[in-house]
């Protein structure tokens, strides 16, 4: 249960860093989507 808690606090953190850098998105959104 803790991997799960950990796993979606980790997606958050890249929401975050992707949303502040847009050069992140195109970078991390391609392999991620």
């Not at 950990?6 to 847009?22: E, G, H």
């Not at 050069?23 to 991620?32: L, Q, V």
């Amino acid at each position: 249960m803790m991997c799960v808690f950990f796993f979606f606090f980790c997606v958050c953190v890249q929401v975050c860093i992707t949303s502040r850098n847009n050069a992140s998105i195109s970078n991390f959104g391609g392999g991620f989507r």
